[in-house]
């Protein structure tokens, strides 16, 4: 039985128990919104891990992507970016691995993992078959299957399969004339091969047999986006717009024979459409968990996109989207390395609990509070102890001491907090 | 002659003519702006700069905070933050040295920018006072307006005056019960000063004595927010929106008088509150240039505030603000050092650009598109030449070259652009 069967049945799983505490929420709130399709727990019953959850009135959560290329394959790279996104505090990471040996690298990055893994089914199918047989082309509905079926059992937690890239949606996605067609490496695979065999693409048509294998491992769809924007020009086109009605009736199917799904986002979006596509994927899936990757707000900031992306990412989780995929500075450049992981994660985690207090996530500015009051107070040790990553600030502190110890070399004896706690004192 | 009186007088100055030009608008479109208000250019008549405007229907502008403290006076490390933020493309620099000569420091960076340069006349008489008498309490009116008139001798073109912090905000802000009082520097000298002598703000009292001091040089005021949060719990209060009344009214006032003036901002505000504070501004302030220093949108995270400020920043700014001070990773931690001030700049043009294309400032997104074409040609010489920062990322780059020259290492021979190039050939 999968976390809505159980739910729909009135039982609180483990998972649902350690989701209440974590979110402190009622184990009736959660269960409500399994039911309703507004929530997932994203848990494979062959992974041993704690439970999160993502959807409507809990915490914005944060992935983190890792994984080889082509270009580089390196698994201890990859364990150490397992290790400093926990370290980060991600609550999830996506396994994206091209390159090397796929079975290995997930089996290891499943079991060297204490959170949540996800990962995109379509690039370990594609990536083989170009490999043994020249091309993507050559792939097959059984193949692809039973890579599905693969990954399941070995325990992967949530799999993005890109099911709205479709013959209709793709003519029209032709049709309109976008600067960067696609930029999702999962829907290129499949439009690639859709383009030349003229045939409707399989996560689709079989989208029934998808349900039936996952639903054994209670397996969380995360409706991939292929068409998401990569240029900013390109934002909220009608293509876009296709793609994400046909992953709303989807979700709807997969929630109805009790397989938990979220809803991927873009992608490149300026400020100004950012509430529009929050709200559009509210209105058409559904309410169903919005799972955006950035968005970044401008093109022209290689090097920077993740702090084009915390921009963007802030902005859509405060008008309700429920996990953000982070990017990193190393985006449309280079593959991530692990320093790159660990500060994508803070950053990303910043602009998750910026968008927590926004969407008053009960207790979210509490944090705020309490560090507004060491500010008050002068006490930097607390300042530090309470910082998003109190080593960072500590060294940034060491690295310019004061001349008296309860300011800052900013103000030094002109701090506006200690003239301004001196002259209203008894007051 | 001001810049406003000119335009009242029809007379495009070399200024005039100067902003209509960079931003590719009218000379008539800049000259109404000034003459409602809305629109600044702050060119001192005894500093020679090339002109740039702040205001409606402009470009949002980015300024960089310079200056030594109490604790750290370094004139050389100052000229190298001048030298940092022009060469990282700020529209402004403001001088906010309170440690060391202030009179040669001015004067100095003065000479050294040939962009516009603010500051905050009461730091220098507060600190000059304090560290000859003992206490900022031995501050006279005659001494402040000396030194304002001082400085705007030496060429400053805009200057913060704190005039909104009076007897009833004052009162009206201790009643108020905030965590964190006064974090303006020049707010909190103000109020310890009227707390002790029990007297209205000169700059309030004597506002008129100020307007006619200025205006000789045609210096532009920054009417400054004394009373901007410190903390995200505390934004929006009654004491701040008191504050922003008074300032609406002493614009009205400036403007009357033919003196140029702008409306300063928070500060720490959490996300849902940004529009309400960009439109309160416009309404009480009537559409007068908002200038904003980030805002930051939580307080967790010292070490990161350029990413916070970032957030708020372009927000604020897409839904109305005109210039964005900008906030360094060193905010709350140490004065910045001249890495500081180039990233800070760089990731605040980032959130001023962004905004830009949110509002529709004319050709702002023909930057981003050039960017997504150069992208889709695989083009990667052209990318980085378009990159907001072309060295950074060029060295990224070249720390991780892929095999095949026209992707890069995140996706390798996977890439989806080149992908679907192919396959949309003859399409």
């Known amino acids: 039985m999968t976390q809505i069967e159980y739910a729909q049945k009135g039982i609180a799983t483990k998972q649902i128990k350690e989701v209440a505490a974590k979110e402190k929420r009622s184990e009736e709130f959660i269960m409500e919104g399994l039911i309703k399709g507004t929530m997932v727990i994203p848990k494979n019953i062959n992974h041993q891990i704690e439970a999160m959850g993502v959807g409507k009135g809990l915490k914005t959560k944060v992935n983190a992507n890792i994984g080889t290329s082509s270009d580089i394959v390196d698994i201890n790279a990859e364990l150490l970016k397992v290790k400093a996104a ?64 693969k990954q399941a059992q070995d325990g992967i937690d949530y799999m993005t399969l890109h099911c709205g890239v479709t013959q209709s949606s793709l003519e029209r996605l032709i049709k309109q004339r976008r600067i960067e067609d696609i930029v999702s490496r999962g829907g290129s695979f499949l439009a690639v091969w859709m383009l030349y065999h003229e045939k409707e693409n399989p996560l689709y048509e079989y989208f029934d047999d998808v349900l039936e294998i996952i639903k054994k491992y209670d397996v969380t769809i995360s409706l991939g986006d292929g068409f998401r924007p990569g240029a900013i020009a390109d934002a909220t086109d009608r293509s876009q717009i296709e793609e994400l009605i046909i992953l709303g009736e989807l979700h709807k199917k997969a929630l109805s ?76 450049v280079r593959l991530p390395n692990p320093e790159d992981v660990r500060e994508g994660v803070i950053v990303t985690r910043i602009a998750a609990h910026a968008a927590d207090i926004a969407k008053k996530i009960p207790g979210a500015i509490d944090w705020d509070i ?35 110890n309860d300011v800052c070399t900013m103000c030094g004896k002109f701090c506006a907090i200690k003239l301004l706690n001196k002259a209203l004192r008894n007051r």
Chains 1, 2 share one sequence.
Not at 371 to 398: C, F, G, H, T
């Open 86 to 149: 926990i370290e980060a505090k991600a609550d999830s990471i996506m396994d994206l691995s091209t390159g090397g040996d796929l079975d290995f690298f997930r089996r290891k990055i499943l079991e060297e993992s204490t959170i949540v893994v996800g990962n995109v089914p379509i690039y370990q199918a594609a990536v083989e078959v170009a490999t043994r047989e020249g091309s993507i082309i050559n792939l097959t509905k059984d193949y692809l299957l039973k890579t599905i079926e």
């Open 257 to 332: 024979v009790g397989v938990q799904s979220m809803i991927e986002g873009p992608g490149h979006v300026p400020i100004d459409q950012i509430i529009t596509n929050a709200k559009i994927e509210e209105a058409v899936c559904e309410n169903a968990p919005f799972y955006v990757l950035g968005p970044v707000v401008t093109d022209i900031a290689p090097g920077y996109d993740h702090i084009t992306s915390a921009i963007g990412g802030a902005l859509m989780a405060s008008y309700g989207a429920d996990m953000l995929c982070y990017v990193t500075k190393a985006e449309h």
């Open 370 to 404: 309490e560090m507004s009051k060491a500010r008050k107070d002068l006490n930097w040790n607390k300042m530090m102890e309470l910082s998003i990553d109190p080593e960072y600030v500590k060294a940034q502190r060491q690295s310019s001491l004061p001349k008296e």
